[in-house]
């Protein structure tokens, strides 16, 4: 596994996109378990691997059926190519436009959109995706490496936590965050709009060691589209829509 994943990188470290592509990385596979779809294709990889071809973003989606070839069929499968910028579907269920105040941790995009505009809310049921378009006048260096903060942060911010943060675990971000611990306490039990049920009876921090870990309703995310765009002003667009079951 260790030679096969390090010469996947050095194919990924070739690849360059031309200014309309943004890299896709689809996980093929029959299992019915949870995980994290982009941990399956970016960051099991490594998401260093990924700085020349995801300049222009990438999309990270499960595909549940087998990939199979002219020869044999194969259980688990990862298959990365370059596809032009997806329109965006034409069922929107949840529209949000923020401002990001730092790309550092999952709390920096989930203050933010927790402030955020909200343009389009409706309920979502199922399995789901998300599409982040994110507009800066300098683009990150490696979007692949950023793609993560950036989807956890926005699904905490918009999901229906079943159990309230243990108060001394936010006690712990409004001191690393500098914001008040009251604060932060209410826009987690009250978000900005829930449109994300979680499927786990879990607070959304629990403690971690010396910090926090993050628990956003990410289980039924299959389809994680991040595109990079010039602009004047840095803002984020998030868009979530259901998925075909």
């Not at 360059?16 to 093929?28: H, K, N, R, S």
């Not at 549940?64 to 070839?69: A, G, L, N, V, W």
């Not at 203050?111 to 683009?139: C, E, H, M, T």
Request: glycine share 4%; charged share 15%; proline share 9%.
């Amino acid at each position: 596994m260790d030679a096969a994943r390090q010469a996947l990188r050095q194919a990924l470290k070739s690849l360059t996109p031309q200014p309309d592509q943004i890299l896709e990385g689809v996980y093929f596979s029959q299992i019915d378990e949870f995980f994290d779809v982009e941990n399956v294709v970016i960051y099991n990889i490594e998401p260093a691997a990924f700085r020349n071809s995801s300049q222009n973003g990438l999309r990270a989606r499960r595909n549940r059926s087998q990939y199979s070839t002219d020869h044999s069929p194969f259980s688990h499968t990862l298959h990365y190519h370059f596809i032009p910028k997806p329109q965006l579907p034409p069922e929107i269920l949840v529209h949000l436009r923020f401002t990001p105040t730092g790309f550092q941790s999952v709390f920096d995009i989930w203050w933010a959109a927790s402030k955020g505009n909200l343009i389009k809310a409706s309920p979502i049921q199922g399995r789901f995706g998300l599409r982040v378009d994110l507009y800066a006048p300098v683009s990150p260096k490696n979007p692949a490496s950023r793609i993560k903060i950036l989807f956890d942060g926005i699904i905490a911010a918009i999901q229906n936590n079943l159990v309230s943060p243990p108060l001394d675990t936010v006690k712990i971000l409004s001191q690393k965050h500098c914001v008040d611990t009251q604060l932060i306490y209410t826009q987690m039990c009250k978000p900005i709009f829930p449109a994300i049920s979680s499927l786990r009876s879990i607070p959304l921090i629990r403690p971690f060691g010396a910090g926090v870990q993050w628990h956003p309703a990410d289980d039924l995310c299959e389809d994680c589209i991040l595109t990079v765009n010039q602009s004047n002003q840095l803002y984020c667009d998030a868009y979530l829509y259901s998925l075909p079951t």
